[in-house]
Structures are given as C-alpha cells and as structure tokens.
C-alpha cells in the first residue's frame, strides 16, 4: 500500500517523473521514489504477526496450523503468508499472519506486526528481526541457549535501543529447556 501511494503521490505532482521504480533503490539512474514506511491501512482489530523461525525448525508448519485452527472458528477470519528461502533446512522462515473478526484482503506481507516471535536468538544479530514490529507491540523470543533472565545482557544494543524505543512488550522463554524439560522434543 505504501509503494502505491508513492506511486499516485508522484503522478499528481505538477511535473511528475516520466520513469521511476518504486520498491528498489536506484543508486544509478536515481529514479526511485520514496515511500513513507509509516503509511499503514490495517485496521486495529486485525491481529498482525510475524515469526521468525529456522527452516525445518516447525515453525512455518505450526502457524499453517494455527491459520487453519483460527480460520475455522465462524468468528475469525485468517491469512497467511510465508517466506522462505528454497533450501528447506537452515535458511530463515518468515511468517506472515492476520486474523480479526472482519475479512481480511491484504494481498501482501505484515508491514507492522503486533506480535514478533522470534525463534533463534541469534536472528537478532543477523538482520532487523524487529523493523516491522508496532510501537508497543509484544515481542516473544526464544532465549536458547541463554536463559531468560541472561537475554537483556545478550541482546545487540540496537536491538536494545530499538525494544525502549518501540516500547515493546518483551517475553523470553528458554523453549528449549521448556520442551525438553517436558519430554516434547527437540522442535
């Protein structure tokens, strides 16, 4: 939504581009047009996730689940979508999730999640697990292989600085420990 409301606020300008790109940076020919990451037409009552998991970790096959579960009350409405690189083990999963009490016609990926969960604690040192996340949205992460009271220590201070700054609701859990701890497993 965003990239296209770039679109249309470049056509309505008195003298508009006559070629762009939208969605790329063009650091050569400098044809981009800049989109307003705040821009959001979601609306409140739609639940807005996003988890990060580890390819064949069961990440992406529990939310499928859990769309399904969802879906099949009369009272929600589910979609899903997921990312993943082509390599089925070892790549970083990304799921998109939304459900709410209306239909939901989002043909495109969460771009402000009210819940993060992050399933690899090193994921925070690899990329921006929490750029899409909502001011003030609840992030659930697994501190394996630290415990939870070791995860604010351990944390980049980026992400640090950008958990006080969104004002996120943070949950740590050792899932690993949890499972195994109760005789579920290494997923």
Request: neutral net charge; aromatic residues 10%.
């Amino acid at each position: 939504p965003a990239m296209v409301k770039a679109v249309f606020d470049e056509l309505s300008k008195t003298r508009p581009k006559n070629h762009f790109t939208v969605g790329i940076v063009d650091d050569v020919t400098h044809t981009s047009l800049d989109v307003d990451p705040t821009f959001i037409i979601e609306s409140d009552k739609v639940v807005r996730a996003m988890f990060y998991g580890l390819g064949a970790d069961g990440t992406v096959g529990a939310n499928k689940n859990s769309i399904k579960i969802i879906g099949d009350d009369p009272e929600f409405y589910a979609q899903g979508y997921f990312v993943y690189d082509s390599k089925k083990s070892g790549s970083q999963t990304v799921s998109h999730l939304r459900f709410g009490p209306d239909p939901i016609r989002s043909p495109y990926l969460v771009q402000s999640a009210n819940f993060i969960g992050c399933h690899q604690f090193n994921f925070l040192d690899r990329g921006d697990v929490l750029k899409n996340a909502a001011q003030g949205a609840v992030l659930l992460l697994n501190t394996s292989p630290y415990q939870p009271e070791q995860a604010w220590d351990r944390l980049p201070r980026p992400v640090q600085e950008q958990i006080i700054a969104k004002k996120l609701k943070v949950h740590a859990i050792n899932a690993e420990q949890v499972a195994r701890d109760n005789g579920m497993g290494t997923r």
